[in-house]
């Protein structure tokens, strides 16, 4: 056990790490040493940032504080803190379950945790973070909350209503970055195209990014979590016409049945769905698209089924992720529907509709060879060095592999990449320049 050390363990999505590289920077400060998901944690102190999105996350947030509050009954940490989606919905329950946790957090007064150990925040570092990610990239959160309210999702309930940044405080943080070594920039929010419309009615995004995209040092720009309905075309725009903007989008869409979409209180219709991919791609030739489709939602036929499989098959993502709904209490469907598509039904259209995106992605991957993509290097591992296109963010997407063998290469550096091979969905290349 290191005294003066603290593990943070971070759970759920990029948003989260965000907050737990603010709260370890101004750890930090105050004489603090930080370790992120270590393999090893060592601490006597330990802080779990927790997801509470759907049933999958939340036993892993659960399993993950049983096994350090194990560690803490035998002796091996002094204390433990949680944080997060998952105690901010349950933190009474979790207080009676959990009673090892020293203290349990929500979304929003982590910061309470410096005052709860003696110290102050440190007013020279509000703002700042220690960055977790390797220091090449970094993950830019534009919004808190959502208004959005769909049947299935737990997470207004969560966070509460959409709060933008400010547009100057994003930018500054972009500045910041850059001038500490950042190239590459992730834009991350709950619902990104709704930035702006809590302070002044209208949507931002656009005008953001575009400003973002001027900053002397910003290599690129890639956009997470854009919402379909009411989508603003002007975006299209400045992905198309700025060049460090990737032209790339995450999307979720998870239906195209009418049926479907309006049970989930998507507000928009198939029709305008097929008009929005087809609008997009043909605005920004090439672009990659993201989304995530979700099966067995309550009510959800064959026929409703069938029409999401035929809508993948014809708007061919490059890149798709898919989930079996999962009610969460409270929400909407949760008091209006009953679950009542059976587990073995879900896992079935989920592994029929994965299947059906492995054949595409194999395909998209395989016209990919003895093409030359700009690729920026992530790290060394084993045989090779890893990288990625514009098309393709951390973690998430499809690398692009280079024999260390032939030369070395820097971490966080651009390349000009000849893809020699592919599986299906990675990239093996050679560098030519």
Known sequence: MKKNQIDFITLGCSKNLVDSEILMKQFEANGYKCTHDSKNPQ????????????????????????????AKEKGRLRKLFVMGCLSQRYKSELEKEIPQVDKYYGKFDYKQ????????????????????TPRHYAYIKISEGCDRHCAYCAIPLITGNHVSRPQSEVIEEVKRLVADGVKEFQIIAQELTYYGIDIDGKQHIAELVSEMADIPGVKWIRLHYAYPTHFP???????????????????????????????MRRHITKAETYELIERIRKDVPGIHLRTTLMVGFPNESEDDFDELVEFTKWARFERMGAFAYSEEEDTYSAIHYVDNISQDVKLKRLEKLMALQQEISSEIAASKVGKTFK???????????????????????????????????????????????????????????
């Not at 945790?113 to 977790?132: F, H, I, M, N, Y």
């Open 375 to 433: 690729v920026i290097i992530d790290r060394k591992e084993g045989d090779y060095y890893v990288g990625r296109t514009e098309y393709s963010s951390p973690e998430v997407d499809p690398e692009v592999l280079i024999p260390a063998a032939e030369r070395t290469l820097r971490t966080g550096s651009f390349y000009n990449v000849k893809i020699t091979d592919s599986e299906e969905f990675d990239l093996y290349g050679t560098v030519i320049c």
């Open 113 to 132: 945790l410096l005052k709860d150990l003696g110290r102050a925040e440190v007013p020279s570092c509000r703002g700042l973070r220690t960055l977790t």
């Open 43 to 70: 601490g006597e102190i330990a802080v779990i940032n927790t997801c509470g999105f759907i049933g999958d996350a939340k036993e892993e947030s659960v399993n993950t504080i049983l096994e350090f509050a194990d």
């Open 233 to 263: 075309y002007e975006l299209l725009d400045v992905i198309r016409e700025k060049p460090n903007v990737c032209k790339y989008l995450d999307i979720a869409l998870q239906h195209i049945s009418d049926n479907v979409l309006s049970a």
